[in-house]
């Protein structure tokens, strides 16, 4: 059974950081693009950073530069989004998802962690 | 890239046909992807490669487009099609999602 496992969402101040983690099981892990992507309350969704598969190259989206870190354990099959300088513009559900085996889109979701910036 | 998606809501009754239209602000060639989301879970890959149907899809969802304009149909609407659809491409970096088409029943 295909698992991702997302977790480390909760209640947050704002300047605070946060570390989420996403545990995949059921299908290969290293060789695939990683995603994580954020849906803020009654919004769409929003990309914020992938790291993949082969080179482990990295990018970020304009709200996740110079803030937030992603990574990777190929032998945890987990990837991480560390978090930093968190405002309430960062609440929302958070996502991780594998690329799909003949695209970099990903294919494979979580079921996602909230993570909530509030004073 | 922008992503824009038209129309923000589209009311159909089932059985009906569906059109959403996706627009890129620059080519993306065909590196476009369709996502059904229902309310509480977690967006459903249905499209790749623009025309593409992921494993599982059901026929009556198809993709078509290239560049800069897409079109997702949805033929003979079921009650599980009601949902939110969006556009995503990714041709390049940053990837970026279109705002979103609501799909409701008529």
């Known amino acids: 059974e295909v698992q991702l496992v997302e977790s480390g969402g909760g209640l947050v101040k704002p300047g605070g950081s946060l570390r989420l983690s996403c545990v995949v099981s059921?299908?290969?892990?290293?060789?695939?693009?990683m995603n994580w992507v954020r849906q803020t309350p009654g919004k769409g969704l929003e990309w914020v950073s992938t790291?993949?598969?082969?080179?482990?190259?990295?990018f970020y989206g304009e709200s996740a530069k110079g803030r937030f870190t992603i990574s990777r354990d190929n032998a945890k099959n987990s990837v991480y989004l560390q978090m930093n300088s968190l405002t309430a513009d960062d609440t929302g559900v958070y996502y991780c998802?594998?690329?799909?085996?003949?695209?970099?889109?990903?294919?494979?979701w979580g079921q996602g962690t909230l993570v909530t910036v509030s004073s | 890239v922008l992503m824009t998606q038209s129309p923000a809501t589209l009311s159909v009754s089932p059985g009906e046909r569906a059109t959403l239209s996706c627009r890129a602000s620059?080519?993306?060639?065909?590196?476009l992807g369709w996502y059904q989301q229902k309310p509480g879970l977690a967006p459903r890959l249905l499209i790749y490669?623009?025309?593409t149907r992921a494993t599982g899809v059901p026929a009556r969802f198809s993709g078509s487009g290239s560049g800069t304009e897409f079109t997702l149909t949805i033929t003979g609407l079921q009650s599980e099609d009601f949902a939110v659809y969006y556009c995503?491409?990714?041709?390049?970096?940053?990837?970026?999602f279109g705002p979103g088409t609501k799909v409701e029943i008529k």
């Open positions: 490669g623009a025309s």
């Open positions: 620059q080519s993306v060639g065909n590196n």
């Open positions: 995503q491409h990714y041709n390049n970096w940053p990837r970026a």
């Open positions: 059921g299908i290969t892990f290293k060789d695939y693009g």
């Open positions: 790291i993949t598969g082969s080179k482990n190259y990295i």
């Open positions: 998802a594998r690329d799909h085996d003949m695209a970099t889109i990903g294919y494979y």
